[in-house]
């Protein structure tokens, strides 16, 4: 039995085409994948993600523990409401799971996990947590909404609680504002500008519904991956796992190196990959001949396997087939990908290929 | 519910058959099949003169979401094929049963035809 988040019913009667996904049932349209895609680049779209679990960690000791817990540093979140993009490893330097981490107010934090990895995540947070003077507590209270495009903030600061829509005005890019059981965070997951919600379940519906009368094209899973895609934003479980580290899965940019007596969770293991020339790497891909790259195409160069894609598609703003692949570090800016048996040429980019509404390549 | 003419012939791989017209038969897939794939992006479809044998692959449809098989209702040589759908392969989505058509088929033997489903047994296969 799949679980439902609050919004369930609103997403029926919008029409909304229901799949299981990692244990929930979710939108992946409401009638035309592609049309909200271009809300989103556009106007404005919005996510239910409420899917996505929200972990707090509360404590005298909670910076200390994130400091071990993720490769990225907390101590870069100084002031109340500054958000940072991490990865959580294992032992082995492997992703565990990729996260945003927000600082609420002093000694306390809180984390936003993909929904298929929350159960481990939980598991391996409570495991860590033990020598630590830290509450862990998952806030399945709780709803998320992303509401994103050049219009998303303007659409919606009007329908947040007074004060906090004054402060939500004031946000600048990767902070929230929180304010009860409300917050309010200039993040996503799309390449547009926007706002995260997370708010009490029981008040989604009525936020839910006054964005859509406001203009708000409610969009399903299928936009949030070509959005995602189109912005060089990994995902979860295609792009990265516990396989392969950071380094080999264009995060390196995430691990805090210094200082150097930070011994968080994998360090040792990512330390022996860190000046190594032979590892993998996350490139871009657009396909120059016809057809549409899908995950797992085997690309070749002289004939030679030097990678593999990671997540493909059809990008929607670009109108061409597009692509996020792991390949050998000496690539070079082409190569060929099967696809279906044949040979069809395709250009080595450095993602995003779309950010704010604008195309960033060469096409 | 989805639209199923009744002057058309169907295949339980979800291609729908014309009628013939001089031994000729348009082919494409239902409503029902484009609303499952949700926006096409990319269609594939084979060159004229390509024979097929019935039920064989002869072309590939590729919405957001996955590529498609396209299997030939009927043996026979493609006899045309939709050009316009190699620079908007929504119209299959738009229109699945008028401009969205993918290819013509001369008929090797008409009798095939008798083979497939008729609108009812189209809506049956849906049903079940």
């Not at chain 1, 200390?64 to 990865?87: E, H, I």
């Not at chain 1, 799971?97 to 598991?123: E, M, P, Q, S, T």
């Not at chain 1, 829509?165 to 304010?179: D, G, I, N, P």
């Not at chain 2, 791989?13 to 992006?41: K, M, N, P, Y």
Request: net charge negative.
């Amino acid at each position: 039995m799949s679980r439902k988040t609050a919004l369930n019913a609103l997403h029926r009667a919008h029409g909304g085409r229901m799949v299981p996904f990692a244990g929930w049932e979710m939108p992946l349209h409401y009638g035309s994948q592609m049309e909200e895609h271009h809300a989103v680049r556009r106007s404005a779209g919005m996510f239910d993600v409420s899917h996505m679990l929200v972990i707090d960690l509360v404590g005298e000791q909670s910076r200390p523990f994130l400091q071990q817990l993720l490769a990225n540093d907390v101590a870069r979140l100084q002031t109340a409401g500054k958000a940072l993009y991490s990865c959580m490893l294992n032992e082995q330097g492997g992703v565990i799971d990729d996260l945003i981490v927000y600082h609420l107010r002093d000694n306390a934090f809180r984390l936003v996990v993909n929904a298929g990895c929350a159960d481990k995540d939980l598991a391996w947070i409570k495991e860590q947590v033990a020598p630590f003077a830290v509450t862990v507590t998952p806030r399945h209270d709780l709803a998320l909404i992303a509401v994103q495009g050049p219009q998303a903030r303007e659409k919606t600061r009007p329908l947040l609680p007074a004060t906090l829509a004054e402060r939500a005005a004031q946000l600048a890019a990767f902070h929230a504002a929180v304010q009860d059981q409300w917050c309010v965070a200039r993040t996503g997951y799309t390449g547009e500008d926007g706002f995260e919600i997370m708010l009490p379940a029981t008040q989604a519906p009525a936020l839910w519904q006054a964005l859509a009368e406001a203009g708000v094209a409610p969009c399903g899973l299928g936009a949030r991956d070509t959005l995602r895609l189109e912005a060089g934003m990994n995902l979860y479980g295609s792009d990265m796992d516990e396989q392969y580290s950071p380094l080999e899965s264009g995060l390196g940019w995430t691990v805090a190196w210094e200082p150097a007596a930070r011994n968080f969770i994998g360090r040792k293991a990512l330390e022996t990959k860190r000046n190594a020339i032979d590892n993998k790497r996350l490139v871009g891909l657009l396909l120059e001949g016809r057809g549409v790259l899908r995950n797992h195409q085997k690309l070749f160069s002289d004939g030679v396997e030097v990678g593999e894609a990671t997540s493909g598609g059809f990008a929607p703003t670009l109108q061409r087939s597009i692509a996020l692949a792991r390949v050998e570090p000496d690539i070079g800016d082409a190569c060929s990908v099967e696809i279906r048996g044949r040979q069809v040429p395709a250009k080595v980019i450095r993602p995003p290929f779309v950010r704010k509404g604008k195309i960033c390549i060469a096409i | 519910m989805s639209d199923i003419p009744n002057e058309l012939r169907y295949c339980r791989t979800h291609e729908w058959v014309s009628c013939a017209e001089d031994g000729v038969v348009t082919v494409g897939i239902t409503d029902h099949a484009q609303d499952q794939l949700g926006d096409l992006v990319f269609v594939e479809l084979p060159e004229v003169g390509d024979p097929f044998e019935a039920e064989t692959e002869c072309a590939v449809i590729e919405s957001v979401k996955a590529a498609s098989d396209i299997y030939c209702p009927v043996a026979g040589e493609i006899a045309e094929v939709n050009e316009a759908l190699m620079d908007s392969p929504e119209l299959v989505n738009d229109d699945p049963y008028g401009d969205g058509w993918l290819f013509k088929i001369a008929i090797t033997d008409e009798a095939d035809l008798d083979s497939l489903l008729d609108a009812d047994g189209y809506q049956e296969i849906l049903d079940a």
